[in-house]
């Protein structure tokens, strides 16, 4: 089974429109840590935003926030006031505690694609 | 622009060379990393580096050997390659081994590689 699922293999948003990518994720550790990834087509994945499992508010860093909704085990990424400079692929990301099975690494969804329309 | 810096950029080789990628970052951090990204998939992790020790090695072929000559560099030594190893190789530091959920990647660029 998928850890990380993404469903939207591409996306289309007009400029200054808000946006919002799905990410689900399985895992029975009660703690873990999701993280979104913003990669444009020069390759570099840069760093998004985060979210623990602990944390009781949903994080927001900027024009991004992150829905997270823990009983569903959905992290979705809400991107708001849209810009061109946004199309990009985006990956959910997840990293589960070290033990029972895992080694702490970062395990990514499939990614979204998403264009952002003058 | 990012702190994690891969040279070269793009590279082109022959099944028959040998050629190295190198990764550098001057964040302080005790974890580097290698991934493989073919087009259109997420990142597969290949080796990490934990104080400058190979911790984990996810069944990479012999064709592919890392270094890590001190805690700032990172190399993939390359040999023998074959044309389906021809993808973007991704470098990636974090402060500390990935023990802690909290722990973020700071990705490089990567070197996009072809093999012919």
């Known amino acids: 089974a998928q850890k990380i699922t993404q469903t939207q293999p591409g996306m289309f948003v007009q400029e200054k429109e808000a946006v919002t990518l799905d990410c689900t994720y399985d895992t029975s550790d009660p703690s873990y840590g999701l993280f979104w990834y913003k990669q444009p087509s020069s390759g570099e994945m840069i760093f998004l935003i985060y979210?623990?499992?602990?944390?009781?508010q949903n994080a927001t860093e900027g024009r991004y926030s992150l829905n997270f909704q823990k009983a569903r085990k959905s992290a979705n990424l809400v991107i708001s006031a849209s810009q061109l400079g946004d199309s990009a692929m985006y990956f959910c990301a997840m990293r589960e505690e070290v033990g029972s099975g895992s080694q702490g690494n970062l395990i990514f969804g499939k990614g979204t694609k998403l264009s952002v329309k003058p | 622009d990012t702190e994690v810096t891969q040279t070269p950029k793009h590279l082109v080789m022959g099944m028959t060379n040998k050629k190295s990628l190198k990764c550098e970052q001057h964040m302080g951090h005790r974890a580097m990393y290698w991934y493989k990204q073919k087009a259109k998939k997420p990142p597969e992790l290949m080796f990490v580096y934990s104080y400058e020790k190979l911790s984990i090695n996810e069944s990479v072929p012999s064709r592919f050997s890392p270094e890590c000559p001190n805690s700032s560099l990172l190399n993939l030594h390359l040999h023998a390659l074959q044309p389906e190893d021809s993808a973007l190789y991704l470098c990636?530091?974090?402060?500390?081994?990935?023990?802690?959920?909290?722990?973020?990647?700071?990705f490089g660029s990567g070197t996009q590689l072809s093999v012919l």
């Open positions: 979210q623990g499992s602990y944390d009781q």
């Open positions: 990636a530091s974090s402060q500390v081994p990935g023990d802690s959920i909290y722990e973020k990647l700071f």
